[in-house]
C-alpha cells in the first residue's frame, strides 16, 4: 500500500490546478506550482517520482521566516515548494519523508471531472489518460523519463 499521495486540487479564485505531495499522515511535504491545465499536473507528477528521489535536485533555502526546499527538474524549473520548517533538521526530515513516499504515492484527484480540449498538447494528452486511468500509483517507465 502506498505510503502517501499525489493530490490533485483547484484552488484561488481562477480555479486553477495544483498537486500536493501529502504523507500518510495527510501533511503535505510539498506543493506544486499552479498549473492552467490538469494534464499539466500529471506530466510534473510523473517528472517528482523521479526527481524527488535525486538528492542533487533538491534546492535548500532558508531566511529569517525558516528553512523550506525546492525540488527541481533536470531543466531546473521548480516542481514544488514545501512548507516552511523552522529548522534545517525538519527540513532534512520533510526532505526524508518525500523520498520515502515520491515514487510509490497514489494519485488522487480531486477535481471535478471535465473534457480535456483540442488545445493540449498530444503528449500531455496521453500522459493525462494513462494517469486517469491507472487504478494504483502510476507508474513512470524508464524510457519515457
Known amino acids: 500500500?502506498?505510503?502517501?499521495?499525489?493530490?490533485?486540487?483547484?484552488?484561488?479564485?481562477?480555479?486553477?490546478?495544483?498537486?500536493?505531495?501529502?504523507?500518510?499522515?495527510?501533511?503535505?511535504?510539498?506543493?506544486?506550482?499552479?498549473r492552467e491545465l490538469k494534464p499539466m499536473c500529471?506530466?510534473?507528477i510523473r517528472l517528482l517520482r523521479r526527481a524527488a528521489l535525486k538528492d542533487?535536485?533538491?534546492e535548500r533555502l532558508e531566511d529569517e521566516n525558516g528553512c523550506w526546499y525546492n525540488v527541481r527538474a533536470k531543466d531546473?524549473?521548480?516542481l514544488g515548494t514545501s512548507p516552511v520548517y523552522k529548522s534545517e533538521e525538519e527540513?532534512?526530515?520533510g526532505i526524508g519523508r518525500l523520498k520515502r513516499v515520491a515514487s510509490e504515492a497514489e494519485l488522487v484527484d480531486?477535481?471535478?471531472?471535465?473534457?480535456?480540449?483540442?488545445?493540449i498538447h498530444d503528449v500531455l494528452r496521453t500522459l493525462a489518460d494513462e494517469?486517469?486511468?491507472?487504478?494504483?500509483?502510476?507508474?513512470v517507465s524508464e524510457d519515457r523519463f
Not at 110 to 119: I, K, N
Open 91 to 93: 527540513r532534512e526530515g
Open 1 to 34: 500500500m502506498a505510503e502517501g499521495t499525489y493530490e490533485i486540487v483547484q484552488t484561488g479564485m481562477g480555479m486553477r490546478y495544483q498537486v500536493l505531495v501529502k504523507d500518510d499522515t495527510g501533511e503535505v511535504l510539498l506543493k506544486s506550482q499552479y
Open 131 to 139: 494517469a486517469l486511468a491507472c487504478k494504483g500509483p502510476y507508474r
Open 76 to 78: 531546473a524549473h521548480v
Open 42 to 44: 500529471l506530466n510534473e
Open 110 to 119: 480531486t477535481t471535478p471531472q471535465t473534457e480535456q480540449g483540442p488545445r
Open 56 to 58: 542533487s535536485l533538491y
